[in-house]
């Protein structure tokens, strides 16, 4: 980091990789219910693998995911959503 920026921006992922599928599975464990979906192929210009990583701002900030299950992003999504 350049000692004159004043701006920063991080990525603050987990580092911990899911699939469509996993959170799918888990999202309908968590609301009890089946969710309505169908499988395509992945659309082009899609990763295969795409997953966020908190290394800078572990390293700038001394920062780490404290809440970053899927279980409850999931679930902590669905209780903003239904407020």
């Known amino acids: 980091m350049q000692a004159h920026q004043t701006d920063l921006t991080l990525n603050l992922g987990s580092a911990q990789g899911h699939s469509v599928l996993e959170v799918l599975r888990t999202t309908e464990q968590i ?3 089946p969710l309505n979906h169908a499988f395509a ?5 899609d990763p295969a693998r795409l997953v966020a990583s908190a290394a800078q701002a572990r390293a700038l900030l001394n920062w780490s995911p404290q809440h970053s299950s899927l279980e409850t992003l999931i679930e902590s999504s669905w209780r903003v959503y239904q407020a």
């Open 31 to 33: 609301l009890g219910r």
């Open 41 to 45: 192929a992945r659309r082009e210009g």
